[in-house]
Structure formats: C-alpha cells, structure tokens
C-alpha cells in the first residue's frame, strides 16, 4: 500500500455481542449493517470473512508493518487475551484499499467492550 492518509480516529464502545465495530465508519452498529467490520465471538474479535487481520508483537503499528504482517503472518482469531495491553491489530477492508489499526482498550464482564482505532485510507 502506498502513502496512506489517515482519516480519523474513533474509540466505540460495543455493549453486547449483538452489535459490530463498523471500521469504514468508525461506530458501533447492528449486526446487519456492517460490510468491514469487527464482530464479537465470546472473548474473541472476528474480521468480516472477506478481510485479513495482522496482530503485531507489541510497540506502534505503521500502515506498511500492517500489509507486511498481512501477507506473511495473518490472523483469524483475535482473542481478547493475546490483545491485552493495547497491543495492535489491523484488518484489511475486503478490497484492499483501507486498513484500519486497532487496540482494544477495554474489555469489561457485563459483555461491552471499548476499542481505539484508526482509519487509513490508499491515497
């Protein structure tokens, strides 16, 4: 992916497992909705079947370290636990032109769950 521009950064909270992370839009919305997104299984993050996610070692995420560990190292589960700490994560949109670098903040009991994330789009 070339030079990419960062286009804003959203911290959505998901109250239940009922609702997804919307990354094109930056908001939580119903479960139907959403066509790039973050779904909730249990204690675990799930990318839309069309997208490819990246959980990087620790430390700062770059758009560049995101395509690399897509293609060498990609992740189908996301479980809550190996992203303890904010450690990033990014997720491909299904055709290929946007990333978006996440972190979970918060993961609490009572089912919400709070994620920072930031929108890049192919420039």
């Known amino acids: 992916m070339q030079v990419s521009t960062r286009s ?14 919307d990354l094109k839009t930056g908001k939580v919305v119903s479960a139907e909705t959403a066509a790039w997104y973050l ?7 799930l990318p839309s079947e069309e997208s490819d996610a990246f ?4 430390g700062e995420l770059s ?9 060498t190292r990609p ?18 949109s299904p055709d290929r032109s946007e990333i978006a670098i ?12 709070t994620i920072s994330a930031d929108h890049y789009r192919r420039s």
């Open 8 to 21: 804003r950064k959203a911290e959505p909270t998901s109250p239940d497992t009922g609702y997804k992370f």
């Open 39 to 45: 779904a909730r299984d249990g204690q675990a993050f």
């Open 55 to 58: 959980v990087a070692d620790a």
């Open 63 to 71: 758009v560049d370290a995101c395509v690399r560990g897509i293609e």
């Open 75 to 92: 992740a189908a589960a996301l479980p809550f636990g190996a992203l303890a700490k904010a450690r990033p994560f990014c997720v491909h």
């Open 102 to 113: 996440v972190r979970l903040v918060e993961a609490s009991p009572d089912g919400a769950v």
